[in-house]
């Protein structure tokens, strides 16, 4: 099955700084690549998606790449914010039935003021 | 808002002692998911519903079963909670038809005494 592997798993920026996580994956069948931010206590949030057939995709000061040859692809949070503070998991899959997830170990990122 | 909706937040409940967790959504998604989270850890996969098709993981143990009785309402329930059981229990949802992406609801943290 597919394996999605996160680094790293704890990250501190400085506020303003920007903060990347990176993901790699082992199945290439995979096509559907989604990040969720879980605050403490509360459910994973999705914040971003792409799928295989773009290369990168942009939501304000969000922003996800990936490169499908070698099978990973990043977060980039830019200028972050201390409400930016949270636990990021990466996830992949086949999107067909089910949409099954892999998810990546998590990253904790905290933005120092 | 279409939203998915879990019951309680918290619950506390005895070693031993049956227990049962609600989700509803009302996003008209045909795809549920129900997945375990502990502390630090990504989320696992219990069980998933396709329609009414219930798909169950390799490495579910027993105690844990569900029920779909229609779209909108999927239970958790856990026969004889034991003390590894305490987790936070999370409920998503997606559409197979649609952009498949999986939306999360707040979860319910879940103490066994």
């Known amino acids: 099955g597919e394996n999605v592997e996160q680094h790293p798993s704890t990250l501190s920026v400085q506020e303003g700084d920007s903060a990347v996580i990176k993901c790699t994956y082992s199945?290439?069948?995979?096509?559907?690549f989604p990040w969720y931010k879980q605050e403490l206590g509360k459910g994973p949030q999705l914040i971003i998606d792409i799928r295989s057939n773009v290369g990168e995709k942009k939501d304000q000061r969000i922003a996800v790449t990936l490169n499908k040859t070698a099978k990973h692809f990043s977060l980039h949070i830019t200028e972050t914010q201390p409400e930016d503070s949270a636990v990021y998991f990466c996830?992949?899959?086949?999107?067909?039935?089910?949409?099954?997830?892999?998810f990546g170990k998590g990253n904790q990122v905290v933005v120092i003021p | 808002d279409a939203m998915v909706i879990q019951n309680p937040r918290y619950q506390v409940t005895q070693f031993g002692k049956p227990v049962t967790l609600s989700c509803s959504q009302t996003l008209n998604h045909n795809v549920m998911y129900w997945y375990q989270q502990k502390s630090s850890q990504a989320p696992k996969l219990l069980f998933h519903?396709?329609?009414?098709?219930?798909?169950n993981e390799a490495d579910t143990p027993d105690n844990f079963q569900s029920r779909r009785p229609n779209t909108s309402f999927c239970f958790l329930d856990i026969r004889s909670p034991g003390l590894g059981d305490a987790a936070m229990y999370l409920c998503a949802t997606s559409s197979s038809n649609g952009h498949n992406e999986q939306f999360f609801g707040p979860g319910t943290r879940l103490t066994v005494l």
């Open positions: 199945d290439s069948a995979s096509n559907y």
């Open positions: 996830a992949a899959s086949a999107l067909y039935g089910n949409n099954r997830l892999a």
């Open positions: 519903y396709y329609d009414k098709d219930f798909n």
